[in-house]
């Protein structure tokens, strides 16, 4: 037998040895549970407005679910300003892009703020529901409260359109997300509009019990998925 040709036998060899492994690396990866993940739709109350992203409440939740074992990951897509327009033209690609487990809706403030007309503030709302339930996720919507500006009329149907939407559409409510906060010495910033770094733990406070049970549920439900 020739150099060249032990050579040759000694290469096809190893690329067959190569491609097996790497099929059953494949077959492994497709036994194992996917990293479900959590994508956050919101303004400045969760854009880490005027602090840095590790001290605001999304980071916070990232190192909770690392703290108590889940394997799950955090993307924070929010913008300081945004309404629920912006969240509903940003929403199909991030559905897209993270297909995530869970989604919060941490929008409606600066509509409410700019007396926006409520049915489109609703429309967009339920619109952001319906996307994220269809592409698999469970919805979260953090309800906010206004000054009364526009009157008491606007102001209580504004408050009562989160737990409306959250009634008819079977999602998760967290019915005031600054409970605890708005009015609270120390816990605003000096504009009197944003949460303080020191809210930041109350904020994650005021979700972490509607978020856990989703959590602990849907990471059985993957792990029984990726089970062969």
Same mark, same amino acid.
């Given at each position: +037998? ?97 297909? @995530? ?15 926006? @007309? ?42 009562? +359109? ?15 997300? +600054? ?8 816990? +605003?910033?000096?504009? /009197? ?26 990471? /059985? ?8």
């Amino acid at each position: +037998m020739t150099f060249l040709l032990k050579y040759l036998i000694f290469f096809l060899t190893a690329v067959s040895i190569l491609n097996g492994g790497d099929a059953m690396a494949e077959s492994r990866g497709n036994n194992a549970a996917p990293q479900p993940h959590i994508v956050i739709v919101g303004d400045s109350l969760s854009a880490a407005y005027n602090m840095e992203l590790r001290q605001a409440w999304p980071s916070l939740l990232q190192d909770r679910l690392n703290k108590d074992g889940y394997d799950w990951k955090v993307f924070n897509s929010s913008i300081t300003g945004d309404t629920t327009e912006g969240g509903l033209t940003r929403l199909p690609r991030l559905l897209e892009r993270y297909r @995530p487990a869970i989604v919060i809706v941490e929008l409606g403030g600066n509509d409410g703020l700019r007396g926006l @007309p409520l049915e489109v503030t609703r429309s967009n709302l339920r619109e952001m529901i319906v996307l994220s339930q269809a592409g698999g996720a469970r919805v979260v919507l953090t309800g906010i409260r206004i000054p009364p500006n526009y009157g008491a009329r606007y102001v209580d149907q504004f408050e009562n +359109m989160y737990a409306e939407l959250a009634g008819e559409y079977g999602t998760g409510l967290v019915p005031f997300f +600054m409970e605890g906060i708005a009015l609270v010495p120390g816990m +605003m910033q000096a504009d /009197g509009v944003h949460p303080s770094i020191e809210a930041q733990t109350v904020l994650l406070d005021n979700l972490w019990p509607i978020i856990e049970p989703a959590v602990q549920e849907m990471t /059985g439900e993957l792990e029984g998925v990726a089970r062969p």
